[in-house]
Nanobody, 119 residues
């Protein structure tokens, strides 16, 4: 089992910056990829950025050049630095961790943190 706790969301004006964090606990030794997803009202949840245990990153086209995902493998924390925020970035941001053990991959979600960007 893995528990994920997000923090750092809030309200910011367009063009501003926010950093959100995800702290993992539990069976963290088996965690592979950790990712940030977001879900805006009346929209499907979408992948924002991901990072592997080896540090390989992947970003949605809409956030490339503005968002940066980093990972501390010692503390098992992941941060998402969001710069030049736009109103369309407003959403609940969820941390997701994938764990592989005994040939089975499990997916865990945090409770989400609200990010609101005002125009």
């Amino acid at each position: 089992q893995v528990q994920l706790v997000e923090s750092g969301g809030g309200l910011v004006q367009a063009g501003g910056s926010l950093r959100i964090s995800c702290a993992a606990s539990g069976s963290t030794s088996f965690i592979n990829d950790i990712a940030w997803y977001r879900q805006a009202p009346d929209k499907q949840r979408e992948l924002v950025a991901s990072i592997s245990s080896g540090g390989v990153t992947n970003y949605a086209d809409s956030v490339k050049g503005r968002f940066t995902i980093t990972r501390d493998n010692a503390k098992i924390t992941v941060q998402l630095q969001m710069n030049n925020l736009k109103p369309e970035d407003t959403a609940i941001y969820y941390c997701n961790a994938k764990m592989s053990r005994f040939g089975v991959t499990s997916s865990y979600w945090g409770q989400g943190t609200q990010v609101t960007v005002s125009s």
